[in-house]
């Protein structure tokens, strides 16, 4: 018996050599693709329509999770810091207070004063400035102005869903953000969930990599392929 257990085990570790020596280069490249994806860069989905009209449902977005910070592997620990976000950039966030990951645009930094008043939004007693580029009897598409820098934003035409065109005023603490959809009536942001934690961001988005129309069978949107969103 015990000569069989040892032919056993011999057999074993001769196999387990074999398997490794043969799938080594195949588990040394996963190990990397992994640890790229988690430390370096990743693809984001967008799901729904929080941040319409700038990324649309069925985009998949570059996530650049050196932009602010270097952490450790798996884990929300920073190991240095690189830049701070600023007003405007988009942002990847794994909210604890949602349970779910969020893409927002940041409006609110460390120490603003923010309020909205009827979708005006104001940033340290500053009202941003708007233009109406289009309408149509479902939206608005607008034009914002922020300190230093613009894009495009959604209001809805519909009264029933105006409830979150007020807020504040409020002071944003040390260390955190106050962020925002574009499509300012149909998105769960700060103003339900609160300030997002530095730690929180995983990283900023500037462009869409591709794109699958969700309303037309998930055919490819040619057009959104690599195009940059501001």
């Not at 799938?23 to 640890?35: E, K, M």
Request: proline letters at 4%; one cysteine or more.
């Amino acid at each position: 018996m015990d000569l069989n257990h040892s032919n056993l085990r011999s057999r074993l570790r001769a196999y387990s050599q074999a398997f490794w020596k043969e799938n080594r280069q195949f588990f040394a490249l996963l190990f990397c693709i992994v640890f790229f994806k988690s430390a370096i860069a990743d693809l984001s989905s967008i799901s729904g329509a929080s941040m319409q009209p700038t990324l649309l449902d069925g985009d998949k977005v570059w996530v650049n999770k050196l932009a602010y910070d270097v952490k450790i592997p798996w884990t929300e620990i920073s190991l240095a810091e690189i830049d701070d976000p600023e007003r405007g950039d988009i942002v990847i966030i794994d909210s604890k207070r949602a349970a779910k990951r969020l893409v927002k645009r940041i409006v609110g930094l460390p120490g603003d004063t923010i309020s909205i008043q009827n979708n005006t939004l104001v940033i340290n007693g500053e009202a941003a400035d708007y233009e109406i580029l289009s309408r149509d009897s479902a939206s608005v598409i607008i034009q914002e102005v922020l300190p230093n820098m613009a894009h495009q934003a959604q209001l809805s035409s519909r009264y029933t869903t105006r409830n979150g065109r007020s807020y504040g005023p409020t002071v944003v603490p040390d260390n955190q953000y106050f962020v925002l959809g574009d499509n300012r009536d149909n998105s769960a942001d700060s103003r339900m969930y609160s300030f997002v934690p530095r730690g929180e961001i995983i990283g900023r988005s500037s462009s869409v990599v591709f794109s699958l129309d969700s309303h037309n069978n998930y055919l490819p949107r040619g057009e959104r392929f690599l195009e940059g969103i501001q």
